[in-house]
């Protein structure tokens, strides 16, 4: 009986290092660097008038980060969560224009974002996701701006 239990112990212990490992190895190690500021990207408009980007998001960053845009044209983000596992999100949020998005991407999915920007000025977006007593992902680097001109 006793050893019957020894083993159970066993076991579940190897789980949590089987479990624990592969938490570490998904959340820690991709730590990939500190919001670093890609260079500025100038949006023009398609012939249909829209201003189009693609963002990707991965652990933990967006690229580009740092995207200017035209104001009152239409934008259409593209926003890519190429991350394993990790699921990101894209906040936006600039209550004093009504500018509010949260938006959730799976790992591997993609959403598309329209916004129609009227207000010159610099709006920071950034993923606000947090796993357990690990850093806030836009502590991580999940930071960027929409630079409205
Ligand atoms: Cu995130």
Redesign the pocket.
């Known amino acids: 009986m006793e050893n019957i239990f020894h083993r159970w112990t066993c076991l579940s212990k190897c789980l949590l290092l089987l479990v624990g490992g592969f938490l570490f190895l998904v959340y820690l190690i991709p730590v990939s660097g500190f919001a670093e500021t890609s260079p500025p990207i100038s949006l023009v408009p398609d012939e249909d008038g829209v201003q189009r980007i693609t963002i990707v998001m991965e652990s933990?960053s967006f690229s580009p980060n740092d995207i200017i845009i035209q104001a009152d044209t239409p934008v259409s983000i593209r926003l890519e969560n190429h991350s394993f596992l990790i699921p990101?999100?894209f906040v936006i949020d600039n209550p004093a224009m009504g500018l509010h998005h949260e938006i959730e991407i799976s790992a591997g999915d993609s959403v598309n974002l329209q916004l129609f920007l009227t207000t010159p000025g610099t709006y920071t977006f950034y993923?606000d996701?947090q796993f357990l007593f690990f850093p806030m992902?836009r502590d991580e680097g999940?930071e960027g701006h929409l630079e409205v001109r």
């Open positions: 933990y990101h999100n993923c996701k992902h999940m």
